[in-house]
């Protein structure tokens, strides 16, 4: 995630946190474990902004037992702040 922490491609931090995500998924290999962590978190990152675009134009979200998530939560975007504020 550092390395793609202020690239000179992009500045933008949501397209840089994207890349960072994308390269975890790249290096761990879709048959490892901790490509399914990942993935499985950031499926619950995009249920999350789901849920909060939703509420925005005021629209009710019912969650079932399968949207809550399977994994130990890794902390993607937690660990991406203390990387840009490093």
Do not use: C
């Amino acid at each position: 995630m550092k390395v793609a922490k202020g690239h000179w491609l992009t500045r933008d931090p949501d397209v840089q946190f994207r890349g960072a995500v994308g390269g975890l998924l790249i290096h761990y290999g879709m048959s490892s474990p901790e490509y399914e962590r990942v993935a499985a978190e950031l499926a619950s990152l995009r249920k999350l902004s789901a849920i909060l675009q939703a509420g925005q134009v005021g629209l009710s979200v019912n969650l079932t037992e399968e949207d809550l998530p399977k994994h130990e939560p890794i902390g993607l975007m937690k660990i991406w702040h203390e990387v840009a504020q490093s």
